[in-house]
């Protein structure tokens, strides 16, 4: 079945960074675009970033454009987010994401909290 397992989450200072991972498993992992998408408390999950399957295209959130950085490896199985020049409103549960057929695969979520 379809798993995506996200890490590199944690606590980080106004203005530092941190790197998400997510490794895809139970499909064919190149042939799908990736995306993050986070969730803060009280709020919808928005989309942070997109890239499609071959790593071609990339597309942003306006609230983290020309901070965060998507990325992937095919051959590894895996998606990474670098996030730089964080904001305490970038805290929230980071979820790793693919569409298949439709449907759509989650992560379990991790963690990035901003502050000082």
């Known amino acids: 079945q379809v798993q995506l397992v996200e890490s590199g989450g944690g606590l980080v200072q106004p203005g530092g960074s941190l790197r998400l991972s997510c490794v895809g498993s139970g499909f064919t992992f190149g042939h799908y675009a990736m995306s993050w998408y986070r969730q803060a408390p009280g709020k919808e999950r928005e989309l942070v970033a997109t890239?499609?399957?071959?790593?071609?295209?990339?597309n942003y959130g306006d609230s983290v454009k020309d901070r965060f950085t998507i990325s992937r490896d095919n051959i590894k199985n895996m998606v990474t987010l670098q996030m730089n020049s964080l904001k305490p409103e970038d805290t929230a549960v980071y979820y790793c994401?693919?569409?298949?057929?439709?449907?759509?695969?989650w992560g379990q979520g991790t963690q990035v909290t901003v502050s000082s």
């Open positions: 890239i499609t399957h071959h790593g071609g295209s990339k």
């Open positions: 994401n693919t569409v298949i057929w439709l449907s759509y695969y």
